[in-house]
């Protein structure tokens, strides 16, 4: 196409436009906000997308948590009302019978579900702190970053009974100077003496810890709150190809078989399941996606359309001055390439100048959301692939569209242009 290159053809275009400014202007403005809406929907949706990966980095995707509750019916001569207390024994049991599951954590806690905290002591300073009394197995379903030098609980701190201790980054800042190295140092909490082991970095993730969580292995804690057997809630993950509503029904059924619950009693048992909240998330992300695609294709096909009709009346407009190029020598092909190069240099202008308002949003908007913490959203970005490809989808139909115009610009004769005015 060596009219792309020449002189005569760019002086047409322009002189075109400029003609029929404000009608032009407004035609493109279709375009531009079809493929401004696409960027700005999509950026926003992957924005959604990054914050939710990110609240969810903390904790396996696919993980709920379980704890006993007060049943509603009477069952096997127990009455209604009756509490529900989880035992240790129990995970073997749902090990056993629900393979999907891939880890298993019993825990208990201090200080959060309207239970007083342990009071912690070092030297001078005190402080009330929410215990947990954890398994090694936690640290694999919540991966808690735990600070260099540290660790987090073991296997052999649960074999020996170990009075050690992981504190929080808040505990730290409270009970220990500022700059001092808390490994190896000791706390009291509820006057018995832990040794710190590690200071874990508190990142919110879908459980309900804060940054001044203590954790000390549950054997510990059982003889330090006198829980014997007793489980507050069980938290666990599962399989990576695992259907986690199903995997919640059958550990739910399981439990009920256990500890003689009518297994049509939905209140006895309790359950958070944060691997249907994680998919449920993506598939509104997801949606949101789509609906950006087929909202910002429609539009800019709208667009092109109109850029398609401002031609065939600018081909009207100009049947005598094609006439006289025909009556010149110039052939249907140059005149074809004209109409159609113009088409598509008004599409690709008003879809850049669309794609760089979006980014200039997109830029706004991660500005204004840098530092937000109650809500899952950070970095609106839009790939280049799908910005490329909106750009290519847009030179096609401006190629296509641009087709109609061409060709009736084609079929004018010399003679009949002449005629006309």
């Not at 929080?168 to 800042?173: A, F, I, Q, W």
């Not at 507050?232 to 003689?260: Q, R, W």
């Not at 094609?322 to 004209?338: C, D, E, K, Y």
Request: glycine share 10%.
């Amino acid at each position: 196409m060596k009219e792309l290159f020449e002189k005569d053809t760019w002086q047409e275009i322009f002189g075109s436009i400029s003609k029929n400014r404000v009608r032009t202007a407004i035609t493109m403005i279709g375009v531009l906000w079809g493929i401004f809406i696409f960027i700005t929907l999509s950026g926003t949706a992957k924005g959604l997308d990054n914050g939710f990966e990110k609240a969810f980095a903390s904790i396996s995707s696919n993980s709920l948590f379980v704890w006993g509750q007060y049943t509603s019916l009477p069952y096997k001569g127990y009455k209604a009302r009756r509490g529900i207390r989880l035992k240790v024994g129990d995970v073997e049991i749902i090990k056993k019978r629900v393979p999907e599951i891939e880890f298993i954590a019993p825990r208990n806690v201090r200080g959060v579900f309207g239970s007083s905290g342990g009071n912690v002591v070092r030297g001078s300073k005190t402080g009330t702190y929410a215990i947990y009394g954890e398994y090694p197995e936690y640290i694999k379903i919540a991966t808690s970053k735990v600070y260099d030098g540290g660790r987090f609980i073991n296997e052999n701190d649960m074999t020996f009974l170990r009075k050690v201790c992981v504190i929080g980054e808040r505990t730290l800042k409270e009970l220990f100077e500022k700059g001092e190295k808390p490994i190896g140092k000791y706390i009291a909490i509820n006057s018995i003496t832990f040794k710190v082991i590690g200071v874990h970095k508190f990142v919110q993730g879908g459980g309900f810890g804060d940054d001044g969580d203590i954790y000390i292995p549950f054997v510990t804690f059982k003889d330090l709150f006198n829980s014997g057997d007793n489980v507050g809630f069980f938290m666990m993950s599962a399989y990576k190809d695992a259907d986690v509503v199903k995997v919640e029904k059958e550990v739910k059924s399981v439990l009920k078989d256990i500890h003689n619950i009518n297994p049509n009693d939905d209140e006895g048992l309790g359950a958070f399941n944060l691997g249907k909240v994680f998919k449920d998330t993506l598939n509104f992300v997801n949606g949101l996606s789509f609906l950006s695609l087929i909202v910002g294709l429609v539009t800019i096909l709208a667009g092109v359309i109109g850029i398609g009709n401002i031609l065939l009346i600018s081909v009207n407009e100009r049947t005598k001055e094609i006439g006289i190029r025909r009556a010149l020598g110039a052939t249907p092909r140059q005149v074809r390439n004209q109409i159609l190069i113009e088409s598509i240099f008004l599409t690709l202008i008003a879809g850049i100048i669309g794609i760089i308002l979006a980014t200039i949003v997109l830029f706004s908007i991660n500005y204004g959301t840098k530092d937000l913490t109650d809500f899952p959203y950070t970095n609106p970005t839009v790939p280049l692939r799908f910005i490329f490809g909106a750009l290519f989808l847009m030179i096609t139909l401006g190629s296509l569209i641009g087709m109609i115009p061409a060709q009736k610009a084609v079929k004018i004769r010399p003679i009949e242009a002449l005629r006309e005015e």
